[in-house]
Structures are given as C-alpha cells and as structure tokens.
C-alpha cells in the first residue's frame, strides 16, 4: 500500500497529540517522563514516517527509472 502526501500530513498530525499523550500516560502511570524524552519520541516518529514516505514513493517509481 502506497503512503500518499495526505496520508504522511494525517500521520504527523496525528503523531503530535499522541507524543503529548504519552507523557500524560507516563504521569498516571508513575513515571515521571522528560519533555526531552517526549521531544526525541516525536523526532524519531517522525523519522519513521519519512522514511516509509519515502520507501513507498521507491516502490511505486517504475522499474525504468
């Protein structure tokens, strides 16, 4: 299945609220969770999500080019 641009705009929209989230289910939990560590989670999801846009725009280049 192909990654579009609106798919990857949905993703990282989504990834924000969810980063932010996280460190508020750290706190229920008992963990006390560094903004740090919030900030370099969203980095490296965001990392993810380039690098799957970016393997489905390779799979979906023609084999001549």
Do not use: C, K, Q, W
């Amino acid at each position: 299945m192909a990654l579009t641009r609106a798919g990857v705009l949905v993703l990282v929209g989504f990834s924000v609220p969810v980063a932010i989230e996280l460190r508020t289910l750290f706190g229920i939990l008992g963990v006390e969770l560094p903004l740090v560590a919030v900030a370099g989670f969203e980095v490296a999801l965001l990392a993810a999500i380039a690098v799957a846009y970016g393997m489905s725009a390779d799979s979906n280049r023609p084999a001549g080019n």
